[in-house]
């Protein structure tokens, strides 16, 4: 009996090819009644070795931003912003490790959040300009990088920006955080129910 490591391990040789794998399963799911593995089918941890890399990520980007925000508050974030970057064009681009591509996205676009939250403080127009910023980094983290989650980043700083937007239309808008909160959080289900049955 084969397993899903060992037709992982297969593809990762080089003796089948991702298209062959994705047909045997099929094969098989259908032997069996039951449904396939689709490609959505992933190991979010590898090896004990993806922990250690994602506490010594952190650890930097905190030392990283510690650092930045004794010179300046914004300072720290940005630093913090810049270093997930890098540390994604090794361990996402070159690596292939799932568990610090999601680490360093959230990073990356809570950082960019920050920025203009630390500069700007928590008003209404900062609110509106860090989710347009933040909605912004994830698609170019998206770009580059192609880090599933990605998509459900941008989902959120695109509805904070709507929630934003609110806030700065109308003053009497925070008395309907709430009901804001939850009509934003139907769509984005409905919405991620129709791309997945698409």
């Known amino acids: 009996m084969y397993t899903e490591e060992d037709i992982t391990s297969a593809v990762k040789a080089g003796i089948f090819t ?20 689709d490609e959505e089918n992933f190991r ?10 994602v506490i010594a990520c952190n650890l930097l980007l905190i030392s990283v931003a510690w650092i930045g925000y004794t010179l300046s508050p ?3 974030a940005i630093a913090a912003a ?6 994604a064009e090794f361990f996402i681009l070159k690596r292939r490790m799932a568990l610090p591509a ?4 959230l990073a990356f676009v809570g950082s960019v959040f920050m920025t203009c939250v630390l500069e700007f403080g928590s008003t209404a127009n900062s609110l509106l300009v860090a989710s347009g910023l933040s909605a912004l980094a994830a698609w170019l983290h998206w770009l580059r990088f192609k880090v599933p989650i990605t998509v459900a980043a941008g989902t959120a700083a695109s509805v904070g920006l709507v929630i934003a937007a609110f806030f700065k239309s ?3 808008a925070f008395k309907f955080i709430t009901p804001m909160l939850f009509v934003a959080g139907v769509a984005v289900l409905l919405t991620a129910m129709y791309w997945d049955s698409a």
């Not at 590898?46 to 890399?53: E, H, M, Q």
């Not at 810049?82 to 540390?87: N, P, Q, S």
């Not at 999601?102 to 996205?105: A, C, D, S, T, Y």
């Open 18 to 37: 991702q298209e062959m794998a994705n047909s045997f399963r099929a094969h098989i799911a259908n032997q069996q009644h039951t449904y396939a593995v």
């Open 44 to 53: 979010l941890i590898s090896g004990f070795n993806d922990i250690f890399v």
């Open 74 to 76: 914004p300072l720290g």
């Open 82 to 87: 810049i270093t997930a970057w890098g540390l």
């Open 102 to 105: 999601i680490v360093l996205l």
């Open 170 to 172: 109308s003053p009497d």
